[in-house]
């Protein structure tokens, strides 16, 4: 599978069969990771990979969402702003840019090994930041959840064209 056909297989899972999630894939996935870029390589970032069902329990009620807690496994990107690289000219913090390379590159991995993810921005960073004991300058950027999808998933029709989204100067 060549990286566009990744692309284009990559959907928001929601609904996931109860299957272990085997060691190795998650290493994969966290390999995958560990190999993005970012600015001034800096790698500002963390990744807390969540399957203890106390810890699951903690971060599901950063996420209170019925879909959201059948998840065999989590994987939370946090940031660290103590070591992410900061733009000069107007002191832009590169942290969750960096962090969400680093995140998509988890993504697309998953869905090249079989496995489903979703993006989750909407959740309660400071209650997170409370039941996990994250020290200050350490920021929740994104969840997902991970596990085998429970159904055949549906393909994307209504993107828009390269012409939408590119304008040549």
Known sequence: MDLLEIISKRRSVRQFLPDHVE???????????RLAPSAVNAQPWKFLVVKSPEKKALL??????????????????????????????????????????????????????????????NF???????LFDLPAG????AITPIGYPAHDLETVTNRKTIREITEII
Do not use: M
């Open 23 to 33: 060691t190795e894939k998650i290493d994969y996935l966290l390999e995958c990771a």
């Open 138 to 141: 350490i920021i929740p950027v």
């Open 124 to 130: 309660d960073v400071e209650l997170c930041y409370k």
């Open 60 to 121: 599901h009620q950063c996420y209170n969402r019925d879909w959201f807690a059948v998840a065999p496994v989590y994987i939370l990107a946090l940031g660290d702003t103590g070591r992410s690289w900061k733009r000069k000219a107007d002191g832009k913090d590169h942290c969750d840019i960096d962090v969400t390379i680093a995140f998509e590159h988890i993504v697309l991995a998953a869905t090249e090994k079989g496995l489903g993810t979703c993006w989750v921005c």
